[in-house]
């Protein structure tokens, strides 16, 4: 078994991207690659255009002066040309990196300097105005290529390109680039992806071709149900993150995955009901909106059909709990067919996720409850745990059907994994990240001496499961030397609908507190329906009902935890985490940055802690 | 704004065609199937009664739909109806009696009458608005019922004008079965040219002209042209309307088209509901049977017999009744009651909409 994948994994390592896309294009030419929505229609595009298209945008690059080992930053919300023009400098020899449609414009001058791009690809206007502030400080750009040039009539840069002009001259088509491809090395690095920094600055990992290929098609080992048959797929996370490009790019090269794109990552919920994936990768963030949404829906409804939701629900909570144990009785299966049909159906009907056959979470522990939630609901959502330095392949992954909450599943085979004496999970295969760009003290950080990836993470393996526990720098030890993971706590209030951040603290202290954000769709249909009055966000979190309600949430979360976990006190954020502006302690992934959020909100952690016993004590003792 | 999004996820749209389609869901296709199939198989399950009452609905439909154009789309008060019916009844009246022509002229000629008579309606209409644009429909009323009388006098006819059954594809249609799927056929093609109208520049541009005609001109819209348009159109399948019921009755004469025939028009769009072409055809079905609803109610009263008599006298007070208590209660008419009972089950279970779905 292992053995037909090592076949394949060697294959892959020897490919490059622009080479798989050739291969596409020449074997199944009219299969249709992706689906593209322009003004309403999705536009279906075949190998061969899809080929076609990425040699034109490569013929542009290479009069622009791309020279291999060039770089190309790429900066907004995932579309077709984004792909595409990510492709075409992978072709060149180049080195694309994403830059995140959110980061704040200190982080586009980092990633600029430090990746040190000669072409700049901006979606449109928004990030035009956003490198053109900075880009007479960058003296290795040159040319600004800009994708939808619609409000661009104003700007005379000579660095500005519109793709369409440049694209529209170009007649080099698949053989052309199947050329170019050929001459690749494809142990040279293909691309860069920043780490969102949820510690100190964003470190660039350089993945090459071959072992982005190879690592990526382990999730086809772990998923075979992608290459099985045709699946449907919606691409709304940043293709400049691993995993955005997974589905967008390579996931459809190594498999049977059409990825869709939507008009506008804003329309998402439209282009999810249009498109029906049966296939949805998503961060937990998402299914978290989603179930909000859902509950708001439910909370609102008439009587009658929040008793039919509630009795699906009693049944269904019932099945899912079976499910993990084994497989369902007849009787089991058929009063969930009938919930389903009647209740659960309809409600995904209209997120457009009733089509779903596999629900893959990553890039963030996904909130125990949360997948429960799907999982009642009737979704197959397991979880998957990867890292930008496993090149876009992952280290785990629950292979369900309805997998357990709880673990992150089985490792994909031809790699592995050990502990450290400390817990740290350690990776090794053949195909991880190269280094990290012109950072060699963190690239010699990042393995141990005999070439294991350290991950940061500690686990434990339950029953043949991976199980993660934290990441190991983010533990925290009470005064009381009890040591805690915050995100194991954090997750239990997390799966609330009024919460959307939960970021606890206690280094040091004698218990734990917490900074909450609140879900401002959740709680102000909540004040609605309870006569509470607000003007927006601010009023919102200083009004006492609002802090009752919240305090209730907490006390629910305490009663799961053991004592010491429980947090004593909260306070909530007055203004709402934006990752767009500077010096927020949020990453655009929108991770929290623990210092960071200790630093900016000290005051108000500080007041939950009183320290009057400490001050008795020092006045006893003569101190000042 | 571009088309709605199907009620069903999983529908997207791979071309322009697509967009065009009036039916995307497996649900909507089949529920017209079956829609379809009862509509076919009900003259031979229910008596000729029904049937007869059935083809009545859907001549009615062909008048609302086009009143619905004119009045609930475009915005243009008209209370010529009856006189744009009977000027379509008299064309056919008049070319089949003077000239013996068949039906495959008489209606298109019945059609030319009525766009002409159309553009006479519309221009007021240019100038007027609101109530004195209705009373000047109301004087071209008129002036067709007087027209026809003083034809039906000096030929002759001061009975009527009596008419052969028209013949359709070699068959006589002269059978209430006849009838019932000549109707159907004539009322589904009129839905589907609304329906058409509707979604294309001449049904935006109307509804714009409806919304706030100064802002229709200012966006660019011919308000001139496209409000004679809407009258040339309402008034031309109205008089198609007409012709074919000059051939359904076999019989025409002026006494059938009095003002309460226009009254029960713009009944039908109220009560239906303004605006919608589902409520025209609602509106059709309601005011058409309604008076046999009244009828059997009053025969169930104690003491039937001494009321018969005055039978009429309740279908016209429970009528003006209806039209009040519709008016007050459910402007929206009978589309908006349809309306809530479709989301109550489209929404299923939530009561709002929810996210990227319709409602």
């Not at chain 1, 990425?54 to 919300?77: D, P, S, T, W």
């Amino acid at each position: 078994m292992s053995n037909a994948f090592d076949v394949e994994y060697g294959r892959l390592r020897r490919m490059t991207l622009p080479g798989l896309l050739c291969e596409n294009a020449q074997r199944q030419p009219d299969a249709v690659a992706y689906r593209a929505k322009l003004r309403g229609v999705y536009h279906e595009r075949s190998w061969v255009d899809y080929a076609g298209r990425v040699a034109r945008c490569a013929a542009a690059f290479e009069k622009l002066g791309l020279a291999g080992g060039e770089r190309v930053a790429i900066m907004g919300n995932p579309c077709e040309e984004w792909m595409i023009a990510d492709q075409a400098a992978q072709a060149l020899g180049g080195i694309s990196y994403g830059i995140y449609p959110t980061a704040s414009s200190e982080e586009i001058a980092y990633q600029m300097r430090d990746g040190g791009a000669v072409l700049f690809v901006a979606e449109n206007q928004e990030y035009v105005d956003k490198i053109l502030a900075i880009a007479d400080t960058l003296d290795n750009l040159r040319h600004i290529v800009v994708i939808d040039a619609t409000a661009m009539f104003a700007y005379d840069d000579p660095r500005l390109k519109t793709y369409d002009d440049l694209v529209a001259e170009e007649t080099a088509g698949p053989g052309w680039l199947a050329d170019r491809a050929a001459r690749l090395d494809p142990d040279a690095p293909a691309f860069i992806v920043y780490t969102s920094g949820t510690t100190g600055a964003p470190k660039g990992a350089v993945i090459s071709h071959g072992r982005h290929l190879a690592a990526t098609y382990n999730i086809v080992t772990i998923y075979p149900m992608l290459a099985e048959r045709e699946q449907r797929a919606v691409v709304f996370l940043p293709l400049c993150h691993v995993l955005g490009r997974d589905i967008a790019m390579t996931l459809p090269m190594l498999s049977r995955l059409v990825p869709h794109f939507g008009e506008d990552v804003e329309d998402i919920a439209t282009t999810m009901f249009e498109v029906a994936p049966t296939v949805l990768f998503t961060v937990p963030r998402y299914l978290q909106k989603f179930a909000s949404q859902i509950l708001i829906g439910i909370a609102k409804t008439t009587g009658l059909k929040r008793s039919a939701y509630e009795f699906a629900m009693k049944l269904a909570r019932r099945t899912a709990e079976a499910r993990w144990n084994g497989p369902l009785t007849i009787g089991q299966a058929a009063g969930f067919s009938a919930a389903w049909g009647a209740v659960f159906r309809p409600i995904l009907n209209k997120f457009g996720l009733d089509k779903l056959e596999l629900v893959i979470s990553g890039g963030a522990p996904l909130p125990t409850d949360i997948g429960a939630l799907w999982q009642i609901y009737g979704l197959n959502v397991v979880e998957m745990y990867g890292q930008t330095e496993t090149a876009g392949g992952i280290i785990a992954g629950q292979t369900g059907p309805y997998a357990r909450p709880g673990s992150v599943g089985i490792i994909p085979p031809g790699w592995n994994i050990r502990f450290s004496e400390t817990g740290e999970i350690e990776v090794h295969s053949p195909d991880l990240f190269d280094r990290y760009w012109n950072n060699d003290a963190a690239t010699a950080e990042a393995f141990t001496e005999d070439g294991w990836l350290r991950t940061g993470d500690i686990g434990e393996m339950v029953d043949g499961q991976l199980k993660l526990i934290d990441r190991a720098r983010d533990f925290i030890v009470t005064a009381g030397g009890k040591t805690i993971s915050p995100s194991y706590v954090e997750n239990a209030f997390r799966s609330s609908p009024y919460f959307s951040e939960v970021v606890v603290f206690g280094q040091g202290r004698k218990y734990l507190t917490a900074l909450v954000e609140i879900d401002f769709d959740m709680v102000s249909d909540w004040a609605r329906r309870n006569d509470v009055s607000y003007s927006g966000f601010t009023s919102l979190t200083r009004n006492p009902a609002v802090f009752d309600l919240l305090a209730g949430e907490i006390a629910k979360g305490n009663e799961r935890l053991a004592r010491v976990e429980q947090i004593k006190d909260f306070r909530i954020l007055y203004k709402e985490l934006d990752p767009e502006e500077e010096g927020e302690p949020v990453t655009p992934t929108r991770k929290i940055k623990r210092g960071l959020m200790l630093k900016k909100y000290a005051e108000l952690v500080e007041e939950m802690y009183d320290d009057r016993e400490d001050r008795l004590v020092a006045a006893a003792i003569g101190a000042d | 704004m571009s088309k709605p999004l199907p009620n069903a996820s999983g529908h997207f749209r791979r071309s322009h065609a697509d967009e065009f389609r009036l039916i995307e869901t497996g649900f909507s296709r089949t529920m017209l199937a079956l829609f379809i199939i009862a509509l076919v198989s009900f003259p031979f399950l229910f008596s000729s009664f029904y049937v007869d009452l059935a083809a009545q609905v859907f001549l009615a439909s062909i008048g609302a739909l086009s009143l619905m154009l004119l009045t609930g789309i475009a915005g243009q008060i008209s209370l010529g109806h009856a006189g744009l019916i009977a000027a379509g009844a008299f064309t056919a009246g008049i070319l089949f009696k003077e000239f013996a022509l068949p039906f495959w002229v008489t209606i298109p000629a019945a059609a030319l009458v009525g766009a002409g008579i159309g553009v006479l309606f519309g221009l007021p209409s240019l100038r007027l608005r609101g109530l004195y644009l209705a009373v000047s429909t109301l004087a071209l009323h008129f002036i067709v019922v007087f027209l026809g009388g003083e034809y039906e006098t000096r030929r002759g006819f001061s009975t009527g004008i009596l008419i052969d059954p028209p013949v359709v594809f070699g068959y006589e249609v002269y059978s209430t079965r006849a009838w019932y799927f000549t109707l159907a056929v004539a009322a589904a093609v009129t839905l589907w040219i609304c329906i058409n109208l509707m979604r294309s520049r001449s049904g935006r541009a109307w509804k714009s002209i409806h919304a706030n005609e100064t802002v229709a001109e200012a966006i660019g819209i011919g308000v001139t042209r496209y409000k004679l348009l809407a009258f040339v159109v309402s008034s031309s399948m109205t008089a198609v309307a007409g012709a074919l019921f000059a051939y359904y009755r076999g019989f025409v004469s002026i006494e059938a088209f009095s003002l309460y025939l226009t009254i029960q028009y713009v009944a039908m769009i109220i009560i239906g509901g303004m605006g919608s072409l589902l409520g025209a055809l609602l509106g059709a079905v309601f005011v058409t049977l309604f008076p046999y609803i009244i009828e059997a109610l009053v025969s169930v009263l104690p003491g039937a017999d001494r009321l018969a008599g005055s039978v009429f006298a309740f279908n016209y007070a429970a009528f003006g009744i209806v039209m009040i208590l519709f008016l007050v209660f459910e402007p929206q008419g009978l589309v908006g009651i349809w309306r809530r009972i479709r989301d109550y089950f489209v929404l299923w279970p939530f009561r709002f909409k929810a996210m990227g779905g319709r409602k």
